[in-house]
């Protein structure tokens, strides 16, 4: 393919180009082969038409506006851009990125916020949670430590008892309180999904 300006051929340009091959007074070897090849053609590159015509003495060569006339630009298609596997899996990606985005966008008012952080992620949590756990078994000794002396007597074995029972007893609160609110979550975590993906199913139905 030719770079540059191609018109179409016409008679008056096949018989310059023609009578140029023949012509060794005015043109080089390389000049008479060109216009030989072109000659034949149905369309010219403009930058080898003019190159011949101007090797001839401008008294000998014919007006360049009436050699042009009847002629026309030739337009090419350009080839087709071929993607690279690389192009082709980073517009696959960005697709994928996209239909997700608008999946979440589709379910943001039935999906609850994802929350990312797990329990007891920072040491604020953590101290936090213990401080309670402390204080729900110190808590726990009290009662059970005034409990148990209120029914024996002041019994110091007993007391120190039924303050370790209490304290176990606190243990074992909190540690069902917990399993509870975890559950919770999840159940509500899976409802939630349950209907984004209802909504998903019947999205691209």
């Avoid at 030739?74 to 999946?103: D, G, N």
Wanted: charged share 25%; aromatic share 8%.
């Amino acid at each position: 393919m030719a770079d540059g300006l191609v018109i179409s051929s016409t008679d008056l340009i096949r018989s310059f180009l023609v009578d140029a091959s023949g012509d060794r007074d005015h043109f080089s070897d390389e000049l008479r082969v060109l216009a030989d090849s072109l000659s034949a053609l149905s369309s010219v590159p403009y930058k080898s038409l003019r190159s011949i015509w101007c090797a001839l003495p401008a008294s000998s060569r014919p007006s360049l506006r009436l050699l042009l006339d009847g002629s026309g630009f030739v337009f090419t298609t350009p080839k087709p851009r071929v993607k690279s596997e690389e192009l082709k899996a980073r517009l696959k990606k960005l697709a994928e990125l996209a239909e997700q985005k608008e999946y979440t966008e589709l379910v943001k008012d039935v999906v609850p916020k994802k929350d990312d952080t797990e329990p007891f992620s920072s040491y604020k949590d953590q101290i936090g949670f213990g401080l309670h756990i402390v204080l729900v078994m110190f808590t726990g000794y009290l009662v059970g430590y005034a409990t148990f002396r209120a029914l024996f007597n002041h019994n110091p074995i007993m007391n120190a008892a039924g303050g370790i029972l209490g304290l176990v007893g606190g243990m074992l609160l909190e540690t069902v309180l917990f399993i509870i609110r975890a559950s919770t979550k999840d159940t509500v975590k899976n409802n939630a999904t349950s209907s984004a993906s209802r909504l998903k199913i019947k999205k691209y139905q």
